[in-house]
């Protein structure tokens, strides 16, 4: 036999050995694929569909964005740890301006996806199988066709040497195989259960490319522009200070139904700040187009001057369509033994004063989000339903017996001072759990040691919003240090449990299992580097989880979340406090904008009725 003949019928082999694996995992089930997928409510969108609701598909292109990034950026890799990466290599997301994504996300119904880089997507009834055909035509910048072999690459290399977060969240992943030029198909392990959220986790990881990360170490940061395959590329940098996307010109993907009437400007440039108030003022001169507003102050204060009092330029609270969660609560570090004891954690609870806090550091702007799911229907509210009650039951007198008898109804406080029924309260706790003021100090009765914590911030914001807690707990004889340590340091604290009290935001998505297994699971706080970074190690919790990610209905889905939301609420392993009422928008009106639009970088469009420099010019000299 020829050797050529050897390679076409070792071809044939190993295709034929991956179609009997196709075979055995699909079962019955036929691939058949769609133009998107969903999850419990049906697609908006029809296969025939042109493009989304909430974009102009005839927007003008041309002229810039100048948008901000807080901080700095070393590495144009965004799949590690390591580093900080520039704007436009984000793994997920919005961000990922320089790759395609298989997947693309409607934000006007909560779980569709259609599809950007997949033109079709097929989903076994069991989730345990899915699989992806890549469109015809995508390809990289550098006219190499995109592939299967590509996605195969990506997902292999994300399993194996990725950032610890990504890891965990693809951890369930079993066999990712290629099954024709175009086709992969995805199948779970043999010991995961199926899992909705894993779907839609894979499709939104930007797709990287096989034949340029041949001869180059994909696990080191780099500060060589990679090669991508989305609607930007990288243009002009100075590393920490700017970067310059710029749109490419034959895009594949332009025409593309979720793509169309977006990136619509020709480049896009981020300059890097490290200063919040050096940040308001650059924009204030018209050297910034567009920002969040991230101080609460600043919000209320800092925009009255000439432009913004002739309507050049905006200030626009957007409401939030998603769920918020809890945005910077106190956590506990559960490994440490004082905090094991659910007392301590609602006298400590008690302590704390949202109203005081969000009225004299905050203006008042934010809401009080009672609930790991605020801003959603996830949330619990009132006494438990019987869909609810069921999955609790067996779980009553592991669990708080206030989750099956109570509401939870959050600290209500004046808004005023010191609450004395609170502290009075607080105090009763601490002496059930074993501790009591002596000469002014709280400390353990049997070892007579003073009651400590020691809190770490990533950032000052965090200290000054915590400052009245800690307060309170130094007036009922706690001592307490704190300290804001610069990003990595902070991140090497959390994920080594070398802390007693800190902040993390919990700000879950709508399809969120694979966020909850890694943020509370129990298997996540033994894991190195893992997110659960309170340690919460409670069965009835993981149970939750597993109902969350199980239910296959709506109404179970709700009741999981719920069932959980009370569990995780009435042991106070978080100080619930602020719940934003939505996203604070500052931007010159320069811009043309769809009813309902998503972020401006992605659909808003330049135009020619804004000032331009005459509105500048005139802004300079008000």
């Given amino acids: 036999m020829r050797a050529s003949d050897a390679a076409i019928a070792g071809w044939r082999r190993w295709l034929g050995v991956v179609w009997c694996l196709a075979a055995l995992v699909v079962g019955a089930e036929e691939i058949e694929y769609r133009h998107g997928t969903s999850y419990l409510e049906p697609l908006k969108y029809p296969a025939d569909f042109q493009h989304f609701d909430y974009v102009e ?93 590509d996605v195969v690459f990506t997902f292999r290399t994300l399993k194996d040497k990725a950032a610890v977060g990504v890891r965990t969240a693809l951890m369930e992943l079993g066999s990712i195989e290629r099954i024709s030029d175009d086709e992969v198909l995805f199948t779970t392990r043999p010991e995961a259960s199926g899992n909705p959220d894993l779907v839609f986790a894979v499709a939104s990881y930007s797709i990287l490319p096989e034949h340029y990360w041949a001869d180059r170490d994909i ?37 593309v139904p979720v793509n169309r009437g977006r990136y619509n400007f020709d480049h896009v440039k981020y300059d890097y700040f490290r200063d919040e108030s050096v940040m308001l003022e650059s924009h204030k001169g018209d050297v910034i187009d567009v920002r969040t507003e991230t101080v609460s102050k600043n919000w209320m204060t800092a925009y009255g001057f000439p432009a913004v009092r002739e309507g050049y330029f905006k200030r626009e609270l957007i409401h939030l369509s998603r769920p918020w969660g809890l945005w910077a609560p ?52 009132g006494l438990p339903s019987a869909k609810e009650l069921a999955l609790l039951e067996p779980w009553r007198g592991q669990i708080p017996e206030r989750v099956f008898t109570e509401a939870w109804l959050g600290n209500e406080t004046s808004g005023y001072g010191f609450n004395r029924e609170n502290v009075a309260r607080a ?39 915590e400052t009245p807690l800690m307060n309170a707990m130094n007036r009922v004889g706690i001592a307490t240090t704190a300290r804001v340590l610069e990003t990595s340091n902070w991140l090497y604290r959390m994920r080594s449990g070398t802390f007693e009290g800190g902040q993390i935001s919990f700000v879950p998505n709508n399809i969120p299992g694979i966020m909850l297994r890694n943020r509370l699971g129990s298997e996540s706080a033994d894991s190195p580097g893992g997110q659960n970074w309170n340690r919460i190690r409670n069965p009835a919790v993981d149970a939750m989880i597993d109902h969350v990610m199980a239910a296959r209905n709506l109404d179970d889905f709700l009741a999981a979340t719920r069932a959980l939301d009370r569990i995780l609420l009435w042991n106070f392993y978080y100080i619930p406090g602020l719940g934003a009422p939505g996203y604070r928008l500052v931007y010159w009106d320069r811009f043309g904008q769809p009813e309902n639009p998503p972020p401006l970088d992605s659909a808003a469009w330049l135009d020619p009725r804004g000032g331009g420099e005459a509105q500048a010019a005139r802004v300079r000299k008000g």
């Fill in 219 to 255: 696990t080191k940061t780099t500060v060589e522009p990679p090669l991508g395959s989305g609607p930007y590329r990288i243009g002009e940098f100075e590393f920490g200070r700017n970067i310059t996307l710029e749109r490419v010109g034959d895009y594949w993907g332009a025409d």
């Fill in 57 to 149: 598909p005839n927007a003008p292109k041309g002229g810039t964005l100048r948008a901000t990034q807080m901080g700095t950026f070393d590495s144009f890799n965004g799949i590690l740890d390591k580093g900080r990466v520039a704007r436009g290599f984000e793994r997920l997301g919005e961000g990922a301006l320089i790759y395609d994504r298989l997947l693309e996300p409607a934000i006007d119904e909560p779980t569709g996806h259609y599809g950007r880089l997949a033109s079709g997507v097929w989903v076994s009834d069991d989730y345990r199988a899915f699989a992806f055909r890549i469109r015809e035509g995508a390809r990289w910048h550098d006219g190499e066709p995109l592939t299967a072999a």
């Fill in 427 to 465: 105090l009763e706790l601490f002496r059930e759990a074993g501790y009591e003021m002596r000469d002014g100090v709280m400390v353990n009765v049997e070892t007579e040691q003073p009651f400590t914590v020691d809190f770490v911030f990533g950032s000052p914001f965090g200290l000054r919003q």
């Fill in 330 to 381: 106190v956590m506990w570090n559960l490994d440490s033994p004082k905090f094991q004891d659910v007392r301590v954690r609602e006298a400590l609870w008690l302590l704390s004063e949202f109203r005081q806090t969000n009225r004299m550091l905050m203006y008042g702007f934010y809401n009080y989000a009672k609930s790991y799911f605020y801003n959603s229907p996830m949330a619990s509210e």
